[in-house]
């Protein structure tokens, strides 16, 4: 069964860089046919889609945030990783990764991890 | 981007009754491959979302045979035939067809 776990420091200083990393178990990053996503849920619980990484390292972005957002993967650790950049208070929120297959539905998610800006 | 609007914003359903929730896009979620990628998720208090429904009506493996999906175009629905005590919970559409890919607002099911 795939799980995928995410894990990084729940609170952020506001301009500083929010840094989370999503461990996938149960199946490899490199089997490919799946994009690796992040998506956050903001207090009011509406969800938005940050981007994806395909184990190749092509990735798509949310152009919302493209520009303060950075998606990576370590295909030796089974892992991918993100990167939020000047972070607000705006940017308090659950952070998910989960996997979007070829199909283009979103098949796994983790359980979430809270991260709050705030100083 | 593509603004996925549901409603209602909350539906208080007696158990056994059934429910339905609407989600309208603001263009056709017809992707040129000929699919409309529409799902449903589910997340019940405290947890992740819940792949329930893709491609508008394909229910996910061990989903409930009372969830159903149906529409076309920019208009869908989500139908739970009789509600359980364990279906409380919010429920998102999302479309997959246009980037970004974007989520409606969520309606709420309780239990009146």
């Known amino acids: 069964q795939l799980q995928l776990q995410e894990s990084g420091p729940g609170l952020v200083r506001p301009s500083q860089t929010l840094s989370l990393t999503c461990t996938v178990s149960g199946g490899s990053i490199s089997s490919g046919g799946y994009y690796w996503s992040w998506v956050r849920q903001f207090p009011g619980e509406g969800l938005e889609w940050i981007g994806y990484?395909?184990?190749?390292?092509?990735?798509l972005y949310n152009p919302s945030l493209r520009s303060l957002v950075v998606i990576s993967v370590d295909t030796s650790k089974n892992q991918f990783s993100l990167e939020l950049r000047s972070v607000t208070a705006a940017d308090t929120a659950v952070y998910y990764c989960?996997?979007?297959?070829?199909?283009?539905?979103?098949?796994?998610w983790g359980q979430g991890l809270l991260v709050t800006v705030s100083s | 981007d593509i603004v996925m609007t549901q409603t209602p914003l909350s539906s208080p359903v007696t158990l056994g009754q059934p429910a339905s929730i609407s989600c309208k896009s603001s263009q056709s979620l017809v992707h040129r491959d000929g699919n409309t990628y529409l799902s449903w998720l589910q997340q019940r208090p405290g947890q992740p979302p819940r792949l329930l429904i893709y491609k508008i009506s394909y229910r996910v493996s061990g989903v409930p045979d009372r969830f159903s999906g149906s529409g076309a175009g920019t208009d869908f629905t989500l139908k739970i035939s009789r509600v359980e005590a364990e279906d409380v919970g919010v429920y998102y559409c999302?479309?997959?067809?246009?980037?970004?890919?974007?989520f409606g607002g969520g309606t709420k099911v309780e239990i009146k």
């Open positions: 989960a996997r979007l297959p070829a199909g283009r539905e979103f098949d796994y």
């Open positions: 990484i395909y184990y190749s390292g092509s990735t």
């Open positions: 999302m479309q997959a067809t246009q980037f970004p890919l974007t």
